[in-house]
Each structure stands twice: as C-alpha cells, then as structure tokens.
C-alpha cells in the first residue's frame, strides 16, 4: 500500500486558467453572498443561544454545519489572499461560540437553545455531524492564521465525544447517523499530533453496521450505511453524501493503519460506482428518495438527483484512493467531477446555486403535476436559487473550491506526482529536500501542459495519464532523461538534472460516447465530450423540443469555438425531426429531418441564462 502525502494549501498557489477564474468568483462574490443569505436566514444569530420559543428563525439541526462550512471556507481564502473582512467576521463567529460552550466542551446552537435535555440522544440529529464540520473549519483557520482559540474549543469538544461515545458508552448509539466527524478527526490529529483523535474516527469507522441502532423515521439500513461491518461492503449503498464521507474516511483509515483489508473494500466500492453507479459527470445518487444510491446502471436523466456535494465526496473519495494506491483511475474520476458535476452547482457569476444536477431538464414535464397543484414535482428545478432552506451545497461549493489547490499533487521520499492539470507554482517536500514546480496549461480548454521541476533530488516525476487521453507527446529538456508509462496510468520521468522542463502535450478531439445499454434512459444514444468536459444541448441555443435532435457522429464534423464565458462550444453538424401533422404515431417513413448545426455547450455551464431545456445524451441518426 502507497501513503502519499498530499501538498498541502500553503505549498500551492494557483496562478491562472480555469481555477484561478473560479478561485476569485468565490473569493469576491460567491462567499460573501452566502454569508448575507445566512445573516438573514438568521443562522449566525443562532450561535448566540438567545433563540426563545416564539421568536423567528428558530435554530435547525444542521445550521452549524453551515456555518462551520462557510468558516472554513473563508480559512483558505484568507490563507491564499488574506482578507480583513473575513477574518473579522470569523474571529466574531469564534468569540460567540467559545462564550456559548458549555464547560464539558458541547456546542451545538440547536440543542442548547432548543432541546436541552436531548443531546446525543438522536442519532440521525446531525450533532456528530455538526462537530466535525466545526472541527475542520478550527484546523483551516489555525493552518490561515494561527489562531488556537476555536482548535482549542474543538478539542475540549472532541474530547467529550470521545467519553461519551468510546469510554463511557453513555450514548444511546454508537457511531453518527450522518458522517462526516470521521474525516474531521484524521485532520485532527495531524494538526495536533493527538494519536487518541485518530483512534477515535477509527472507532466510529469499525463500530459502523455492527449495532442495532436507531434509523431515521422509514430509512433501511442501508440508506444509512449500517447494512454490513465496513470490511463486508461491497457496494456503494444510501444517502449518497453520508456514503462518499464514509468512503472517504475508510481510505483514511486504510492509509494511516497501513489496513489492507480496508482498502480492499475501498477498491471494491470505488469500482462499483465508477462502473456501475455513477452519471457521465461524475455525479452520484440517483434517487431523489433518500438522495441515495439505487441499483446498478439505473442512472435516469430525468429524475436524476445527483446533489452537488454527493460529487464533492466522490472527490474526496477518489483524492484519498490515489494516496492509498497510485492509479490514474482516481484521478480521472476527480477530475471528471471538478469539471462537470461539481461546478455545475454554481452559476457562472457564482451568486446562485443547484442542490441537485439534472441531467436532463423539461419545463414542461416538470409542471406536470396538475391535477395536485401543491404536489412536489418528480423532476428537477427549472432555475438555480440564491439560497436554500438546507444549504450544504452552497458553503461546500465554497470551501472547496478555496481548497482546490491542495488536491494538485502526492508525494513521498521517492516520487513527485501531478496529479491534476491546473496552472500554479508549489513547493514540494520539507527538510531540505524541496521540489519545486511550475506548471502552466490552459487544461481543460487545450492538452498543453508545460512543467518545470527544480531539485527533484533523485526522485522520480510522475505524470497522470487522463484516461480520456489516446494520443499524448512528451518533449523534455534534458537529453539524458528518460520516461516510461506505467502500468498504472502515469507517465515516470527519470532526470539528473537540477532543472527539468516537461511539455506534455494531450490530443484532445471531440469524442462521441456510448453509455452500456443497462443504462436504460441513454441506451442508443451519444453524449459530447472533449478531454474530461462533458457537453450539453440546451434549447436557448437551439430552439424548442430539443428531443427532436438528432446526430450522426460519423458525419458530425465538430467545431471547436473558443468562449471567454464558457470555456469553449462545440458545434456539430445535426439534424432536427419533424413527425406528420397531427400524427402522434405514424410509420417512421413519414418522417421528416431538416439538417441543422446544433450547438453544444460544457455541461457546468447549462441554466446559466434562463429557463430553457436540456439533455445531456442525442439521439442518432446514422446516414449512409
């Protein structure tokens, strides 16, 4: 088993191209619009445990999930940038919940202002939950600014959850309903040194499905990952965030105990969603039911849920997976999400947000429900929100976006891995042994990425091969270098010298792509992608009744169409289908195709100017 280290946030600074853009709308807009929505929502008044019964705003359950999120966010924003603004506000926040603390350590705005009596007596009331996302915003904002007091605050809480939940056993459950605090504590211990916080995320790992425990009003076991001991599972099961933060925490554990027995159930629910589970985009949980996972291949486009920060876990997952096992496999599942489902719950100007990531949208059908007008509709929202009533996705869009450039590069005594194609300077290693990198690239708008490696001290340069990629160059500076491809998907580059310069050069065509015919709603149909950006049709581009559209790809000749706004468009050379007038059914000889060119945008980019219909998959049409 590899145990890679990740560069962490202070060692990179990302200097231009698609993230640089995305960093700064979230810096200047998308952080502080979600902070003004919280301000009146009233959820940073809640920290104040001043809430009586008969007030307005009355606290919810996972408010300081939310607000936890948005600190953190800030953290690596004033880290990267600095901003006085923010870090007032923090230091505020932080002021307000240390006054609050109860003095065995608890804080939590919901239970304290509003059930008392009840804490850590609900498993499914996100308290644990709750914690660990405040655990992380303390290690970001001690990493931003080497402030201890809410570390400290969170420690003191840590510290009681551990006596509850692992010494004393005085809690009616035994792991959270809702993970997350799993991750918190593996973040905790290396910002601490404190081995105890590790053994503890550890334990609610294991104790997980071994128990009886409490369900949430009709939920099954398995929306709820308690179906099987985490070394049984086998397949990716339940709530699809709550899964993809256990996922992610069990290839914590894996790679911090060296548990080859735990990585092998990784690896096993890793290829279950990437082969069975998972949309083009990299989106995940099918069902609105749950926001969960369904069967194998039922992937529906018009239904389809896929929240915003079931991708991010999936990232996070397969991020983890790749310090475990150094396979391109992980990287390009990352990559597949950083591109398409993930910034697809942003707008473009980053003041408004998606829950959820159709797949497919129809303003018709979505008001279909007419004869219960009050019906909550099957189908996706038409247009994105400023806010939402449970508002996960917005403040994990922010962090994690700050947090972007920790995600670029692994290394060890002997390799140096880039990982990820974005345009940034780090520094690499400690002790002396520093390598530093610069790469420049336009990914994913062009294959080109330039590297400059100094003082690799021996060690080998590894450089993933998206799987997307069947065509690729390599030019480097030094003659006496040497380069192979791996079996597992990376390019090793061998150099003596102090200073190498790498131009990796990827073909990147626009590809026409098949999903497997179980896949039922996309059987027989093709989706548009060019390097990791997948494409989409939407009708303010190519007028009404976009299901009429057809093509044939062997006769489609793309057009690539440089966009300062999107990225870039593609158009292909189509077809629009016409039945008979006044025919609902009619003998397909009947039918009339009128060739059109059909304009293609990237998926992230779709309900960004408007109603408007969109589909991912087209029909085709193969003409002889």
Not at 273 to 286: A, D, L, P
């Amino acid at each position: 088993m590899n145990s890679l280290k990740s560069v962490s946030l202070s060692g990179v600074d990302i200097t231009g191209g698609f993230w640089k853009k995305r960093a700064e709308i979230n810096r200047k807009t998308t952080i502080y619009r979600v902070y003004e929505r919280f301000a009146q929502t009233g959820r940073f008044d809640a920290l104040t445990l001043s809430w009586r019964a008969g007030m307005e705003n009355k606290p919810h359950i996972f408010w300081d999930s939310d607000i936890a999120k948005w600190m953190e966010g800030a953290a690596y924003i004033i880290e990267k940038d600095g901003d006085e603004r923010l870090e007032k506000l923090c230091d505020d926040m932080i002021d307000t919940i240390v006054k609050g603390q109860a003095p065995d350590g608890y804080f939590n705005s919901y239970f304290q202002t509003c059930e008392p009596d009840a804490r850590f007596t609900r498993r499914v009331d996100h308290e644990l939950y709750c914690c660990g996302h405040f655990v992380e915003a303390a290690v970001a904002y001690y990493n931003a600014t080497g402030k201890r007091k809410l570390l400290d605050a969170m420690c003191r809480y840590v510290d009681l959850v551990e006596k509850v939940f692992k010494t004393e056993h005085s809690a009616p459950y035994f792991t959270p309903g809702h993970e997350e605090i799993e991750l918190a504590l593996v973040k905790l211990y290396h910002c601490t040194g404190e081995k105890r916080y590790l053994d503890l995320s550890k334990y609610f790992v294991d104790e997980r499905g071994r128990h009886q425990e409490s369900s949430y009003q009709q939920s099954s076991i398995y929306e709820l990952q308690d179906q099987l001991p985490v070394r049984e599972m086998t397949t990716a099961e339940g709530h699809a965030v709550r899964a993809g933060y256990l996922y992610s925490a069990m290839a914590d554990i894996a790679r911090e105990y060296a548990d080859e027995e735990m990585l092998a159930a990784c690896k096993r629910i890793f290829e279950n969603i990437s082969k069975k589970r998972m949309y083009i985009t990299g989106g995940i949980g099918s069902s609105k039911i749950g926001e969960a996972f369904t069967l194998d291949y039922d992937l529906p486009n018009k239904t389809s849920y896929t929240e915003t920060c079931a991708a991010i876990s999936l990232a996070m997952f397969a991020h983890r997976m790749t310090s475990c096992e150094l396979d391109s496999k992980y990287g390009d599942i990352f990559e597949r999400v950083i591109y398409n489902a993930f910034p697809a719950g942003v707008s473009l100007d980053g003041d408004s947000f998606y829950y959820s990531d159709p797949m497919e949208i129809s303003p018709r059908l979505a008001k279909r429900n007419v004869s219960r007008p009050t019906a909550q509709s099957e189908f996706p929202k038409l247009t994105r929100s400023k806010v939402f009533d449970c508002s996960c996705c917005p403040t994990n869009i922010t962090r994690f976006t700050a947090d972007m450039g920790e995600y670029i590069y692994f290394y060890d005594d002997n390799i140096v891995v880039v990982d990820q194609f974005i345009e940034n300077n780090a520094e690499i290693g400690t002790d002396g042994k520093t390598t530093k990198i610069e790469m420049k690239t336009s990914y994913p708008e062009n294959g080109t990425v330039n590297i400059k490696a100094t003082g690799l001290n021996g060690k080998s340069l590894f450089i993933r091969i998206p799987g997307w990629c069947d065509k690729y160059s390599v030019k480097l500076s030094d003659k006496d270098a040497s380069y192979v491809r791996e079996k597992n998907g990376y390019l090793k580059i061998d150099s003596a010298d102090e200073e190498l310069f790498v131009t990796f050069e990827m073909e990147m065509p626009v590809v026409f792509v098949e999903a497997d015919p179980r896949v039922e709603e996309s059987a027989g149909k093709l989706a548009v992608m060019r390097g990791p950006v997948v494409y989409c049709s939407e009708s303010v581009d190519n007028g009404s009744d976009i299901h009429g559209i057809y093509v044939d790809a062997n006769n489609a000749e793309p057009e690539v169409v440089s966009d300062s706004e999107m990225l870039n468009t593609i158009t292909v050379k189509g077809f629009r289908k016409t039945a008979p007038e006044g025919e609902l059914y009619f003998n397909r000889a009947k039918a009339s195709f009128t060739a059109e060119k059909i304009k293609l945008i990237p998926y992230y980019c779709m309900e960004n100017r408007g109603e408007s219909e969109m589909c991912v998959w087209l029909n085709v049409r193969t003409v002889k």
